[in-house]
């Protein structure tokens, strides 16, 4: 790993933290993710603003993530989320689909669909993990996938509880272009969208993706990162009516899949 003068800390960055840990990885930990928060680009005073930091324990530690790869040092001395972060995260989606396969495929078991676990990835959505089902149909999902959350159930599903601007700010940075004749493609319907997921605990992507599949979605509750499930199938099987006995099948397997996420474990 390499070394910088940044490891010379102050004797605070040093100081064990609760239940054991090192504070100055708690700290370097935070910091990763409030520049993730603030959509992979900062500058030390917002870091120090957000986070409560004097501003040289942050430079300290900005410039050891940079001399190991994590984060960049742009031209305007602002920081962002460097490449090492990408061999990382895909590594733990990977995993984290593998943990999913053993629900997902319950879901198959129960509803007889084909059942997706998919990740908020910065502004995109990305399929992680499936299992198809055992009807021959061919669709549009498949891991590694990388789509628009605004014209899909998990997409609903893991937007639904995000403040209304920062949604409207999502929006307007990936544009909300149709993929199907049923595609939302303003933020007030979308953001419409969102409050009938909220009300009705799961979202729905009728032919909005691709015409002739719909999907319903749950998003998995107290996720480490942000995760849905969902079943996909064709229309004319995944109507309206079988809604009020797949939901609920979707919800127990979200809350399951929860547990055994916090417990870094598979099922």
Same mark, same amino acid.
């Given at each position: 790993?390499?070394?910088?003068?940044a490891?010379?800390?102050?004797?605070?960055?040093?100081?064990?933290?609760? @239940?054991?840990?090192?504070?100055?990885? !708690? +700290?370097?930990?935070?910091?990763?993710? /409030?520049?993730?928060?603030?959509?992979?680009?900062?500058?030390?005073?917002?870091? #120090?603003?957000?986070?409560?930091?004097p501003?040289? =324990?942050?430079?300290?530690?900005? /410039? =050891?993530?940079?001399?190991?790869?994590?984060?960049?040092?742009?031209?305007?001395? *602002?920081? &962002?989320?460097?490449?090492?972060?990408?061999?990382?995260?895909?590594?733990?989606? *990977?995993?984290?689909?593998?943990?999913?396969?053993?629900?997902?495929?319950?879901?198959?078991?129960?509803?007889?669909?084909?059942?997706?676990?998919?990740?908020?990835?910065?502004?995109?959505?990305?399929?992680?993990?499936q299992?198809?089902?055992?009807?021959?149909?061919?669709?549009? =999902?498949?891991?590694?996938?990388?789509?628009?959350?605004? #014209? =899909?159930?998990?997409?609903?599903?893991?937007?639904?509880?995000?403040p209304?601007?920062?949604?409207?700010?999502?929006?307007? /940075?990936?544009g909300?272009?149709?993929?199907? !004749?049923?595609t939302?493609?303003?933020?007030?319907?979308?953001?419409?969208?969102?409050?009938?997921?909220?009300?009705? @605990?799961?979202?729905?992507?009728?032919?909005?993706?691709?015409?002739?599949? +719909?999907?319903?979605?749950?998003?998995? $509750?107290?996720?480490?990162?942000?995760?849905?499930? &969902?079943?996909?199938? $064709?229309?004319?099987?995944?109507?309206?009516?079988?809604?009020?006995?797949?939901?609920?099948?979707?919800?127990?397997?979200?809350?399951?899949?929860s547990?055994?996420l916090?417990?870094?474990?598979?099922?």
């Amino acid at each position: 790993m390499p070394t910088s003068s940044a490891s010379t800390t102050d004797a605070s960055s040093k100081t064990p933290a609760a @239940g054991g840990g090192v504070q100055s990885l !708690e +700290r370097a930990f935070d910091l990763l993710e /409030r520049m993730a928060d603030a959509g992979g680009e900062v500058g030390l005073s917002e870091l #120090s603003a957000a986070s409560g930091l004097p501003l040289p =324990t942050i430079h300290r530690l900005m /410039r =050891t993530l940079v001399a190991c790869g994590y984060v960049r040092q742009q031209p305007n001395r *602002r920081y &962002s989320l460097g490449p090492r972060l990408i061999r990382l995260g895909e590594s733990a989606s *990977r995993l984290l689909g593998t943990w999913a396969r053993p629900y997902l495929a319950r879901l198959v078991e129960e509803t007889g669909e084909t059942a997706n676990m998919a990740l908020l990835d910065g502004d995109e959505i990305v399929y992680v993990a499936q299992v198809p089902s055992k009807h021959s149909m061919r669709m549009f =999902t498949e891991v590694g996938r990388r789509v628009l959350p605004h #014209s =899909t159930g998990v997409g609903k599903a893991l937007l639904a509880h995000t403040p209304a601007d920062e949604v409207r700010a999502l929006l307007a /940075r990936t544009g909300m272009p149709a993929a199907t !004749e049923k595609t939302i493609t303003t933020p007030e319907g979308f953001l419409d969208a969102l409050e009938q997921v909220r009300k009705s @605990g799961y979202a729905v992507d009728d032919n909005e993706q691709e015409i002739g599949v +719909r999907c319903l979605a749950v998003s998995v $509750p107290n996720s480490p990162t942000a995760a849905a499930i &969902s079943i996909s199938g $064709p229309a004319g099987r995944v109507t309206e009516a079988v809604a009020e006995s797949f939901v609920p099948i979707l919800q127990g397997v979200a809350a399951e899949l929860s547990v055994a996420l916090a417990n870094q474990s598979p099922a």
